[in-house]
């Protein structure tokens, strides 16, 4: 069973850091897109960032660029999300997915198939 977990979120003063984690069980996200979500509330849910597993490709929402950093570990199947810089327009639900990099662009909902339940972040 497929399972996408998220972790690391909490709250934080504006300008303090957090690093989010994405890890799989049950899959591994060779040669996957992963990307990470946000949506808070009233709001749609927005691409953030975005990893090709097995290249050094990322993608990363000209919101954060400069801010975030969006990393994996193949050894723990883990992809990561640095947040460094918070503001509290950052304050969201964040989400990690992953699904085929042919399935779409990176900042589409369709082109991934697997979703966590995400992760509470919040900046004051």
């Known amino acids: 069973h497929v399972q996408l977990v998220e972790s690391g979120g909490g709250s934080v003063q504006a300008g303090g850091s957090l690093r989010l984690s994405c890890a799989a069980s049950g899959y591994t996200f060779s040669s996957d897109r992963v990307g990470w979500f946000r949506q808070a509330p009233g709001k749609e849910r927005e691409g953030v960032a975005a990893?090709?597993?097995?290249?050094?490709?990322?993608s990363i929402a000209d919101s954060v660029k400069g801010r975030f950093t969006i990393s994996e570990d193949n050894a723990k199947n883990t992809v990561y999300l640095q947040m460094d810089s918070l503001k509290a327009e950052d304050t969201a639900m964040y989400y990690c997915a992953s699904g085929s990099p042919y399935g779409g662009g990176w900042r589409e909902e369709y082109a991934y198939s697997y979703w966590g339940r995400g992760t509470q972040v919040t900046v004051s």
């Open positions: 990893i090709l597993i097995g290249g050094e490709v990322t």
